[in-house]
């Protein structure tokens, strides 16, 4: 059990100092986040880019990313990323006087985000049903591996585990080798799904004055990621193929030093292309005026870009081919941090940290006009704000939806 907060119990827990500064559209909306790794906890960082007072609850032994290997020295850089602009408090949820604690929070608060599997919260007494008796405007949000219901709903669920479960491995890898796509896109994908449904229930709350339960489950990010795949029509053979990849020409290739991403699909793309690397005769050629064509003919057309993209350097190829051609040279994250479109929009910022002093990290995954929302801060220290968030709400407070 923490220690009792040093806060007057007339505060509310969502008047946050930290949050002042220009308003975001969820500016006044309080979030508790009692979600782990980083699906939730990221979709929670990108409610606070928008103005959100979000309050991360961890139990005594912390959020499990904490724990996660990390080159960076008293301080693990996932956790640092998925979790800015979150203020800190330790709750043990099975000790009554700390859910005690939580289910006051809960009458202050406009969303509560969680990635327990399905059961344990009702266990724990947290359960959708138990806290909207408490607050009938909260908007209530699940994150789970596999939904709510069904033979998988109790197993627990992990990014990679869906990427091989839903044939993203099978389509990422070469035949018959599957390969995995690290940086877990499935759970950032879920991430912005929590934040979409979130901010789709508090618009509806404006006009019903009722919250609701979100469901966001990795199962359906992961298939929704691949919509253009899911598709299947009546009487189609199952073992199609659904590669939706154009294949030779638009891909990674190699030049004279480094590697080269372009795309070349349009017909506008393809002669730029031909034209800026000298195979002009390539563009006039009836046998590659289509991407299917090309595709189907790119073991004669390959070689030859790749003779042709050997007499320079991937920058010195992205240069050439400007906005004429869609290319990239492939970088290392580390460039990022001074890119100059990244510096022009702005999307890297300096945090201050107590242990590291400052970092560079993302500033706002959004940009909004006229309401950009507070400056980030950094991600709270294992109960770093467990005396500033009051325990108890006043009798005058509102149950949520504070102006």
Aim: hydrophobic share 35%; with cysteine; aromatic share 6%.
């Amino acid at each position: 059990m923490n220690a009792s907060p040093s806060s007057s119990s007339s505060q509310s827990a969502f008047d946050n100092p930290a949050r002042e500064g220009p308003r975001g559209p969820l500016s006044g909306i309080g979030v508790l986040d009692l979600s782990a790794y980083i699906a939730g906890p990221y979709g929670c960082s990108l409610l606070a880019d928008q103005g959100a007072d979000v309050i991360k609850i961890e139990s005594p032994a912390g959020d499990n990313l904490r724990n996660y290997p990390s080159t960076l020295e008293g301080e693990n850089r996932a956790f640092l990323g998925v979790n800015r602009s979150k203020r800190g408090i330790v709750l043990d949820l099975k000790d009554e006087a700390d859910r005690a604690r939580l289910l006051a929070l809960v009458a202050q608060a406009d969303v509560l985000v969680h990635n327990f599997r399905p059961g344990v919260t009702d266990r724990l007494g947290i359960g959708h049903a138990q806290l909207e008796a408490i607050n009938p405007r909260l908007i209530y949000c699940a994150v789970t591996g596999y939904g709510e219901e069904g033979p998988l709903r109790g197993k627990a669920g992990y990014d990679q585990v869906l990427q091989a479960m839903t044939g993203m491995c099978v389509l990422q890898g070469k035949p018959p080798v599957p390969e995995l796509t690290y940086g877990s896109p499935v759970d950032y994908y879920a991430a912005a799904l929590v934040a979409a449904g979130v901010s789709s229930a508090l618009f509806e709350r404006e006009r019903s004055g009722k919250g609701q339960y979100v469901g966001v489950s990795l199962l359906r990010s992961a298939l929704t990621m691949q919509s253009a795949r899911m598709i299947q029509a009546e009487g189609e053979a199952h073992d199609i193929s659904r590669d939706m990849r154009s294949g030779g020409i638009t891909g990674l290739h190699p030049t004279g030093d480094g590697y080269l991403y372009l795309s070349a699909n349009t017909p506008h793309f393809w002669n730029a292309l031909c034209e800026r690397t000298g195979l002009e005769a390539l563009a006039r050629d009836p046998r590659y005026d289509s991407v299917r064509k090309r595709a189907e003919r790119a073991a004669e057309l390959v070689p030859l870009l790749h003779t042709a993209l050997a007499k320079r350097s991937a920058l010195e190829w992205e240069e050439v081919f400007g906005e004429a051609v869609p290319s990239s040279a492939v970088h290392h994250i580390e460039e990022m941090f001074d890119h100059p479109q990244v510096r022009a929009e702005a999307m890297v910022t300096s945090i201050a940290h107590p242990v590291l002093g400052r970092y560079r990290g993302v500033s706002r995954a959004i940009k909004f006009a006229r309401t950009p929302g507070p400056e980030p801060f950094a991600a709270p220290m294992l109960g770093q704000h467990d005396d500033d968030v009051p325990a108890v709400p006043s009798s005058d407070e509102p149950l949520s939806g504070r102006p």
